[in-house]
Every structure is written in C-alpha cells, then in structure tokens.
Nanobody, 115 residues
C-alpha cells in the first residue's frame, strides 16, 4: 500500500486548508485511515482517524472542533482544517492501519500557519 498526501501549504492564522490522502494498492482488511502530525522538535502525534466505514471518527483533544476528517471513497481520506493556529504548523502524515497491526505511512505534507 502506498499513501500519497497533498494539500499542505502556507496559510495565515485563522485560515483553512484541506488535506487529502489517496491510497494505492489493496486496502482489504483496513481498519482505519487517519492523519498524524509532527512539529519541529516534537514527537509525532495523532490528529484524527476514521474507520473503514467512514462513520466513526476519532480526534485529538487539541483539534477542539476545528478539523473534520472524512472518507471520500474507499481509498481517499480528507482532513478539513479550519481556524488554524501557529501551533498547527507541522508535517502532516497520512496513515492506514490494517487488521493484524500493519501500519502504512505516507511521506507527509507540510502545513505552515503564519501569524
């Protein structure tokens, strides 16, 4: 499985961005897809995940209702990010988890929130 993330960029405080992640290859057995992020000097952290059915989402506390994860189709997941803050500056990684515990990661897309 390969994951390709897109949609990162530079945005001003309070602005919005939409990240998209497309999977190629077989996704048979996928449990969820999601987004993680890693800011400079910090560990990678969960942002949001969504189950394979697209009807259950899980968000980190810091999201605070600002982000929405969605399953556009079986192989594409998006993250709508609104009211962005400087602390949201990070490389955002798409990930997918399979039954049996296998995790796959995309290369990441940089989000920079300027004040």
């Amino acid at each position: 499985v390969q994951l390709q993330a897109s949609g990162g960029g530079v945005v001003q405080v309070g602005g919005s961005l939409r990240l998209s992640c497309s999977a190629s290859g077989s996704i048979f057995g996928v449990i969820n897809m999601g987004w993680y992020r890693q800011a400079p000097g910090k560990q990678r952290e969960l942002v949001a995940t969504i189950n394979s059915g697209g009807d259950r989402a899980n968000y980190a506390d810091f999201v605070g209702g600002r982000f929405t994860i969605s399953r556009d189709n079986a192989k594409t997941v998006s993250l709508q990010m609104n009211s962005l803050k400087p602390d949201d500056t990070a490389v955002y990684y798409c990930s997918t988890k399979f039954i049996g515990g296998a995790n796959y990661w995309g290369k990441g897309t940089l989000v920079t929130v300027s004040s």
